[in-house]
C-alpha cells in the first residue's frame, strides 16, 4: 500500500488509523510488551493487551500514553512506527503526512512530543488537530457553520467538551478523567464492598457489559472473579450494575463540572444554537448505559450519541488530512 497521507487517533486505551479511500485500516489496543531486561519491544496492540495482568517478572505490558499525552516517547515511537510499517512496509518510497488527533488542554511540550514521535516514525510531515474538531468532523457536525455546536469526547484517558463555531472551538474544557479512571473507580469500589481485588481488564469488562449511568429497571448482574483480600485465595462474586452506578459516581461528576463550565463560558448565541440543536456525544466513554440521560436530565440540554462514537475522532483526522490545504491554518504543523 502506498501511504501518503494518515489520520492518527492516538488515544489512551486505543490506537486508530485512517487511510483516505480505505477508512479506518488499524483499531487496536494502546498497549505494548517490553522485555524488562532491556526494554526491547516484544508486542504491540492485541498481542500486547493480552498479557496486561498476566505477565512474569522478564516481561512488562506498558500503556505509552496516559491521561491522552505521551507518557513514554520511545515507546510510542515503536509503536507508531510498527503500525506504519505495517500499513505500507518498511522500505517506502514516499513518507506519509501524519494527522494527529490531541487534547485541548495540552501543553505545548506535549504536542511536540507527539510531532516529534511522528517524525521519528516515519512520518513526512506531523499536524496534530484538536480532539473535540476531529471527533465533530467524524460525527458529520458542520463546524464551519456560523452556529454553535457542543460536543462531548469521553476517551480512555481525558474527556474533552467544546462549543465549535465557524471552524474553532469557542468554549472548551479537558478534564483527564475517561474511561480507564471509571475502570479504576469500579475496581475501587469492588474492593472495598467484597474484598475482592480484580485486574484493570476485568473492571473495563463489567463496565461494558453491565455499567450504567443511572440505576436500571431491571438491574443487571454478573459473576466476577479474583483475588480475596483476607484470604488470598482466589474468589467469585455477583456484581451488580447499581454497585457500577455508585462506583463511578464521582467520575461522572467531573465529567459534568467541566461540561457546566462550558456551558457557562458560552456567548449567549451560541448558547441558545446549543438548546435547539442538542448536544452531541463521542468517544468510547459515550456508550455508558443512560449517560445521555443522565447528562440531558442534569444540563438541561438534549444529549445523543453520535454514530460509531468509538471512531468518529479517527474519521475526523481523516477528513482532515484529506482536505489538509483547508486545515493547515486551524491545525499546528512541524516538520
Known amino acids: 500500500m502506498i501511504l501518503r497521507r494518515l489520520g492518527i487517533d492516538l488515544g489512551t486505551t486505543n490506537v486508530l488509523i485512517y487511510v483516505p479511500d480505505k477508512g479506518i ?6 498497549v505494548v510488551g517490553l522485555d524488562a531486561s532491556d526494554n526491547k519491544v516484544m508486542s504491540i496492540g492485541n ?7 498476566r505477565t512474569p517478572e522478564s516481561i512488562i505490558a506498558a500503556h505509552p500514553l496516559k491521561e491522552g499525552v505521551i507518557a513514554n516517547f520511545q515507546i510510542t515511537k515503536a509503536m507508531l512506527k510498527y503500525f506504519i510499517n505495517k500499513l505500507g512496509g518498511r522500505v517506502r518510497i514516499f513518507k506519509p503526512e501524519v494527522m494527529v488527533a490531541i487534547p485541548a488542554g495540552v501543553t505545548s511540550t506535549e504536542k511536540r512530543a507527539v510531532v516529534d514521535a511522528c517524525i521519528a516514525a516515519g512520518a513526512k510531515n506531523a499536524y496534530v488537530i484538536k480532539e473535540p474538531i476531529a471527533a465533530a468532523l467524524g460525527a458529520g457536525i458542520p463546524i464551519a457553520a456560523a452556529s454553535g455546536n457542543m460536543i462531548i469526547d469521553i476517551g480512555g484517558g481525558t474527556s474533552e467538551i467544546a462549543v465549535i463555531a465557524l471552524g474553532d472551538i469557542v468554549a472548551s474544557s479537558s478534564v483527564r478523567v475517561g474511561g480507564n479512571k471509571m475502570d479504576q473507580a469500579i475496581a475501587s469500589f469492588i474492593r472495598k464492598k467484597y474484598n475482592l481485588v480484580i485486574g484493570e481488564s476485568t473492571a473495563e469488562n463489567i463496565k461494558i457489559k453491565i455499567g450504567s449511568a443511572l440505576p436500571l429497571k431491571k438491574e443487571l448482574t454478573m459473576e466476577v472473579s ?3 483480600t483476607i484470604t488470598g485465595l482466589p474468589e467469585s462474586v455477583m456484581v451488580s450494575s447499581s454497585d457500577v452506578v455508585i462506583g463511578i459516581r464521582e467520575v461522572l461528576t467531573e465529567i459534568i463540572a467541566a461540561v457546566k463550565q462550558v456551558l457557562q463560558h458560552t456567548p449567549p448565541e451560541l448558547a441558545s444554537d446549543i438548546m435547539d440543536k442538542g448536544v452531541v456525544m463521542t468517544g468510547g ?9 443522565m447528562l440531558t436530565k442534569v444540563i438541561g440540554v438534549p444529549c445523543q450519541t453520535a454514530e460509531d462514537p468509538v471512531l468518529c475522532v479517527a474519521k475526523g ?6 482536505n489538509l490545504e483547508s486545515f493547515k491554518k486551524s491545525v499546528l504543523w512541524a516538520r
Open 25 to 30: 485500516v488499524i483499531n487496536e489496543p494502546c
Open 47 to 53: 498481542e500486547a493487551k493480552e498479557m496486561l495482568g
Open 226 to 228: 479474583g483475588c480475596n
Open 285 to 293: 466513554g459515550s456508550q455508558l448505559r443512560s449517560l445521555d440521560k
Open 317 to 322: 483526522t481523516g477528513i482532515a488530512v484529506e
